[in-house]
Each structure stands twice: as C-alpha cells, then as structure tokens.
C-alpha cells in the first residue's frame, strides 16, 4: 500500500521538518548517511528474502533489529537455520575504497574486552555485502561463508576485519549460489 503524498510521515511530525529537511540532513552528514546506507542494504536484502520466499526456494526468514545478533535467519527446506550479517564494502569520503572490500567488525567494543568488536567466527553464518557505492545498483549483493573468511591476525576466534571481496572461489554473486554451496 503507498501512501497518500499529501500527509506527513510521522518522522516529519515528531521532529517539525519536512521530508525534504530530514533527507537534506542526511545527505550533509556523513555518519547519518553511512547508517542510513547500512538501513537501505538491510531494507533491499529483506526484499530479496521475500521475494525468495514468493518464489518458494526459501521457506521462511526473520529479520533482528537487536543488539548483538545478526541480521536475518533464514529456514531452509531440510529445516536449518542460516544466520546472515548484512554489510557495505567500504567506503571514504562516499566513495567506494579499492580494491573493494568489506569492514566486519561492530561499531563499538566494551570497555572490558577490546577484542568484543570484532565478530567471533560464531556470530553468523554468511556475510551479504552490498556493493551498491561501487555498483550504483543498490539491490547488488556478493555472499561469503564466515568459514571461508581468515581469522583475525590476533585473535583466532575472531573474524579478519577487512576482506576484498574478489578473492575467487569464496565470493558468491547470488544467494542461491551460496546457499547451494553451503
């Protein structure tokens, strides 16, 4: 259902600007852009597990919006569960880095445990990073198993921090291709 264009959105009355101002205050500051870039992967893979579902290759998904735990778990038909971390390749100043990569690790560590931000090798499943800053096609996702990512240099539990996504043979251009290679 689309909504009617002649009422506000509800983000437009809680803070007194309109939809022009607040998508204006985004595109002027580079950490809310970066997040909201991280939303429209999340929001663009959710679609691709729909419509997987639709089509019935995929049975069932669920997306988290919570702390500590990953993205997405997808059902598959023999009744596993696959857990999924969204990302974005890297980016400076807007711009795609290259070689293209993706960061995994989190936003922030404990003040215990400086090693808790980076992902334990148990934390997900499958990485789906959205290379729509380099592609422009913001729908474009490459997939990788945590078990074919490097351990961090320091902490063998842990995930390596940066990966180039066009090592061969671990970079899957289709989740179905990745999850036939699971």
Known sequence: MQPNLSEQHALEITYG???FELLDAIRRRFRLKTALEGAVAEVHFGKKLAMATKEGWLPAFREHDSD??????IEMADSSTVRIEV?????SNGRPMLP???E???TRASTVDASSRFYGRDAFDLVAVNIGRASGDWTDFRYCWV?????HGKHPNKIQVMNRLERDGIW????AEALANR
Do not use: E, N, W
Not at 68 to 73: K, V
Not at 147 to 151: A, E, N, Q, T
């Open 172 to 175: 899957y251009s289709a989740l």
């Open 17 to 19: 600007l309109s939809a």
């Open 87 to 91: 990302k974005t390749i890297r980016s």
């Open 147 to 151: 078990r074919d990512l490097p351990p």
């Open 68 to 73: 500590g735990m990953h993205d997405f778990s």
């Open 100 to 102: 293209i990569a993706v």
């Open 104 to 106: 995994l690790q989190k």
